[in-house]
């Protein structure tokens, strides 16, 4: 009976690691799409209206304002998803909940 729990329970864990996994890989998917779309635009806007060279368009830093500022928060989320650079990681919550239910259980057993 407790193993079937445990091993549910690791299913489970695993089953929202991979969602995670997925919306990060989604979220870099759309940023490097959306921020090539937008380079693009501005680059073909700054030739085009301003009598700027190519060289001239592709060094503006509005090119790459969102290719930066977006990637700050990409970057977070890859962290948060990997776990990279984690205090409170994986461990610490299994060794949290085993301390809590133990505490529960010792509760319970002062009740009775």
């Given at each position: 009976m407790e193993k079937n729990f445990i091993e549910e329970r690791e299913?489970?864990?695993?089953?929202?690691?991979?969602?995670k996994i997925k919306g990060?890989?989604?979220?870099?998917?759309?940023?490097?799409?959306v921020n090539i779309f937008i380079s693009g635009v501005?680059?073909?806007?700054?030739?085009?209206?301003?009598?700027?060279?190519?060289?001239?368009?592709?060094?503006n830093f509005?090119?790459?304002?969102?290719?930066?500022?977006?990637g700050i928060g990409v970057c977070f989320h890859w962290i948060g998803v990997f776990e990279i650079f984690s205090f409170?990681?994986?461990?610490?919550?299994?060794?949290?909940?085993k301390e809590l239910m133990e505490k529960e259980q010792q509760q319970r057993n002062k009740r009775l």
């Amino acid at each position: 009976m407790e193993k079937n729990f445990i091993e549910e329970r690791e299913y489970i864990a695993a089953k929202k690691k991979v969602k995670k996994i997925k919306g990060f890989y989604i979220h870099f998917l759309v940023y490097v799409l959306v921020n090539i779309f937008i380079s693009g635009v501005i680059v073909f806007g700054l030739t085009r209206s301003d009598d700027r060279t190519f060289f001239d368009a592709i060094t503006n830093f509005g090119v790459y304002s969102t290719w930066v500022f977006w990637g700050i928060g990409v970057c977070f989320h890859w962290i948060g998803v990997f776990e990279i650079f984690s205090f409170i990681g994986k461990d610490w919550e299994d060794k949290k909940i085993k301390e809590l239910m133990e505490k529960e259980q010792q509760q319970r057993n002062k009740r009775l």
